[in-house]
């Protein structure tokens, strides 16, 4: 099982950028799909952005396409997701996630414990 950790959430004003980093232990890396998840107050988690193991394949909330990109070196275990263009309900907790293939991003596999985001109106 691949642990993950995530880093770069933060506070920044609407129309800013955030670039979030998720880093997974393990020699096997490069065969997981990768996803983001977020999960707002009183709201359930979401999925955001997958990535298929050889960055080839990308899926995106229609709520974030064209302001949002997941990617990944697999040759330091990363994943990233840069967020251009934050609106306030892009605020909440992002979790990273690995799993077999994109189709179970958001639903299944390994999780991080979540960067807090912050972008205020």
């Known amino acids: 099982q691949v642990q993950l950790v995530e880093s770069g959430g933060g506070l920044v004003q609407a129309g800013g950028s955030l670039r979030l980093s998720c880093a997974a232990s393990?020699?096997?890396?490069?065969?997981?799909?990768m996803g983001w998840s977020r999960e707002a107050p009183g709201k359930e988690r979401e999925f955001v952005a997958a990535?298929?193991?050889?960055?080839?394949?990308?899926d995106y909330v229609d709520s974030v396409k064209g302001r949002f990109t997941i990617s990944r070196d697999n040759a330091k275990n990363t994943v990233y997701l840069q967020m251009n263009s934050l609106k306030p309900e892009d605020t909440a907790v992002y979790y990273c996630n690995a799993g077999p293939t994109i189709a179970t991003m958001g639903t299944s596999g390994s999780w991080g414990q979540g960067t807090q985001v912050t972008v205020s109106s």
């Open positions: 990535i298929s193991w050889s960055g080839s394949v990308t």
């Open positions: 393990g020699r096997t890396f490069s065969t997981y799909a």
